[in-house]
T-cell receptor, first 112, second 115 residues
Framework: KNQVEQSPQSLIILEGKNCTLQCNYTVSPFSNLRWYKQDTGRGPVSLTIMTFSENTKSNGRYTATLDADTKQSSLHITASQLSDSASYICVVRGGSQGNLIFGKGTKLSVKP | KAGVTQTPRYLIKTRGQQVTLSCSPISGHRSVSWYQQTPGQGLQFLFEYFSETQRNKGNFPGRFSGRQFSNSRSEMNVSTLELGDSALYLC??????????????FGPGTRLTVT
């Protein structure tokens, strides 16, 4: 079954600290993997999109990695800010019909 | 360039009623996808339209339907509403369809509450 699992479910960190969010998937065949940030009450906003051949992609303080062999991805946030408080959603496109399969997200809270 | 817009932003309906939600994509985008987001299930794909044709469909009952107009605007309809249909409905647009891995841009969503 095509699934995307994210961990942890929630995370609280202090402002200025780094953190890493995990995403494991069992989607096959794999097309691409995206990380989205969703602020409360708003639609998701894309952070990165990675295809099979890409191992690392950065977007400012956000760095995503992809290991297609182990089917794992991570999102590393450097020097966190209060505005990073949001849900981070891992999405994999793939499967026989090329559907988008969503993880349930990691809720990150950055405290002062 | 204006972003994806969705109307209405909030809606309260009664069980058994039907509802129509509207989505206007970014100018020039031809693909529109719809998603349902609930606290328990997260984001779930409903369907995708490209050039007025439904190209992809998720695992939702037939009560959920949609259409796309020639100007790429899209509507989603839910008939015979159930309490479990209470959710945030998100629309996303992209330049091309899913095959080309184009970036998707989400709207702010319509919060539907069924009582």
């Amino acid at each position: 079954k095509n699934q995307v699992e994210q961990s942890p479910q929630s995370l609280i960190i202090l402002e200025g600290k780094n953190c890493t969010l995990q995403c494991n998937y069992t989607v096959s065949p794999f097309s691409n993997l995206r990380w989205y940030k969703q602020d409360t009450g708003r639609g998701p906003v894309s952070l990165t999109i990675m295809t099979f051949s890409e191992n690392t992609k950065s977007n400012g303080r956000y760095t995503a990695t992809l290991d297609a062999d182990t089917k794992q991805s991570s999102l590393h946030i450097t020097a966190s800010q209060l505005s990073d408080s949001a849900s981070y959603i891992c999405v994999v496109r793939g499967g026989s019909q090329g559907n988008l399969i969503f993880g349930k997200g990691t809720k990150l809270s950055v405290k002062p | 360039k204006a972003g994806v817009t969705q109307t209405p932003r909030y809606l309260i309906k009664t069980r058994g009623q039907q509802v129509t939600l509207s989505c206007s994509p970014i100018s020039g985008h031809r693909s529109v996808s719809w998603y349902q987001q609930t606290p328990g299930q997260g984001l779930q794909f409903l369907f995708e339209y490209f050039s007025e044709t439904q190209r992809n469909k998720g695992n939702f009952p037939g009560r959920f339907s949609g259409r796309q107009f020639s100007n790429s605007r899209s509507e989603m309809n839910v008939s015979t509403l159930e309490l479990g249909d209470s959710a945030l409905y998100l629309c996303a647009s992209s330049l091309e369809n899913w095959v080309r891995s184009y970036e998707q841009y989400f709207g702010p969503g319509t919060r539907l509450t069924v009582t």
